[in-house]
């Protein structure tokens, strides 16, 4: 079992940044492949970012690559996501995730392990 608690979430205008954080506990986290997703009201809950167990490969949904950047630091057992460049489309609560795999996969239903998110409201 992991837990996972996220934040950094918050109010930003159009071209700014933000730094998500998501901590982790329970098991090894360094056994877990882990993901960021973005839900806005009234839409699915879609993939954004996702990174391997040692942090050498990267995965990115084509709506952030090159303004978003997700790293992992396995000794403080946390994944980060670096948002800059923000848009009023990227406006949603953001959820951490983690998949008990070394595979990467981008599916929501890939991963076994979920925060309970943080809001991130992007103005124009």
């Known amino acids: 079992q992991v837990q996972l608690v996220e934040s950094g979430g918050g109010l930003v205008q159009a071209g700014g940044s933000l730094r998500l954080s998501c901590a982790a506990s329970?098991?090894?986290?360094?056994?877990?492949?882990m993901g960021w997703f973005r839900q806005a009201p009234g839409k699915e809950r879609e993939f954004v970012a996702a990174?391997?167990?040692?942090?050498?490969?990267?995965n990115y949904a084509s709506s952030v690559k090159g303004r978003f950047t997700i790293s992992r630091d396995n000794a403080k057992n946390s994944v980060i996501l670096q948002m800059n460049s923000l848009k009023p489309e990227d406006t949603a609560v953001y959820y951490c995730?983690?998949?008990?795999?070394?595979?990467?996969?981008?599916?929501?239903?890939?991963?076994?392990?979920w925060g309970k998110g943080t809001l991130v409201t992007v103005s124009s």
């Open positions: 990174i391997n167990l040692s942090g050498s490969i990267t």
């Open positions: 995730a983690g998949r008990f795999s070394s595979r990467i996969l981008i599916g929501r239903n890939d991963y076994q392990y």
């Open positions: 329970g098991r090894t986290f360094s056994d877990y492949v």
